[in-house]
C-alpha cells in the first residue's frame, strides 16, 4: 500500500515518510533535496510532507533521528558483546557494514557534510555524536587498560585516531559497494595485524 493511501495509520505513514527521506537525503544531500524529491519517492504529495513535519528541515531531523539511532543502537549492541581491544573494534566495525548493507545511504544522511550547521537536524546530531564518543571513549579506555597505559592524554589522543580511522573505513567500504561485510571484516583484520604486528613498521 502507498505511502499516501486512505487507510494507512498516521504512525505507519510516518514512518514510511521518514524511510524514503533517509534514502533520498542519504544519497543527494541535504543540500541538493526538496521536499518535492521526497515526496515523489513517497509517492505522496508535498502538503502531506508539510502536514506532518512542518518543513524541509523537519522532516530532514525526523530522517537523521531515525538514521543516526540505527548506527548508535548498533554501536550500542556490539559493546555489550563483551569483546575488549582490538576484537572490539573488529565486532563494532563488523556490525556497522551489516547493518549498513541494506541501506548504505544512512551513512551519508548522518555525516553530511551539506547539513544545516544550527536547528533541530543539528541538535540531533550533536545528541548522536556524543552517544558514538561515550562509546569510543569506553573501548578506548578499555584498550588502554589492557596496555598498562592510564595517561589521559593518551585516551583523548588515541580517540581522535580510532574516530578517523573508523569513519575513514566505513567511508571507504560505502564507496566499493560490491565488497560484501564480511570480506571488509577480513580486510580490516588484515590491515589492523599489518600495522600493529612489531617489525612491520620502521622509524
Known amino acids: 500500500m502507498a505511502a499516501g493511501t486512505k487507510g494507512v495509520a498516521?504512525?505507519?505513514?510516518?514512518?514510511?515518510?521518514?524511510?524514503d527521506a533517509c534514502r533520498v537525503f542519504g544519497e543527494?544531500?541535504?543540500?541538493?533535496?526538496?521536499?518535492?524529491?521526497?515526496a515523489a519517492a513517497a509517492g505522496?504529495?508535498?502538503?502531506l510532507?508539510?502536514?506532518?513535519?512542518?518543513?524541509?528541515?523537519?522532516?530532514y531531523a525526523a530522517a537523521v533521528r531515525?538514521?543516526?539511532e540505527v548506527l548508535s543502537d548498533e554501536i550500542e549492541r556490539t559493546a555489550a558483546s563483551g569483546t575488549v581491544g582490538l576484537e572490539r573494534a573488529l565486532v563494532t566495525l563488523d556490525g556497522m557494514f551489516r547493518v549498513l548493507e541494506p541501506q548504505p545511504w544512512l551513512?551519508?544522511?548522518?555525516?553530511?557534510p551539506t547539513a544545516p550547521e544550527d536547528g533541530e537536524a543539528a541538535h540531533v546530531y550533536a545528541e548522536h555524536e556524543q552517544r558514538l564518543l561515550a562509546f569510543g571513549a569506553e573501548g578506548v579506555g578499555e584498550l588502554l587498560e589492557l596496555a598498562g597505559d592510564d595517561d589521559p592524554g593518551d585516551l583523548s589522543a588515541l580517540m581522535a585516531v580510532w574516530e578517523q580511522v573508523f569513519r575513514t573505513l566505513v567511508g571507504w567500504w560505502i564507496d566499493h559497494p560490491d565488497e560484501p561485510p564480511e570480506a571488509m571484516t577480513a580486510r580490516c583484520e588484515r590491515l589492523f595485524a599489518a600495522v600493529l604486528t612489531p617489525g612491520t613498521m620502521t622509524p
Open 44 to 47: 505522496i504529495s508535498k502538503p
Open 107 to 112: 551513512w551519508r544522511l548522518v555525516f553530511d
Open 49 to 59: 510532507i508539510y502536514q506532518y513535519f512542518g518543513s524541509k528541515d523537519g522532516l
Open 10 to 19: 498516521r504512525a505507519d505513514r510516518e514512518a514510511q515518510i521518514v524511510a
Open 66 to 68: 531515525h538514521g543516526a
Open 28 to 38: 543527494n544531500g541535504y543540500a541538493a533535496t526538496s521536499v518535492a524529491d521526497v
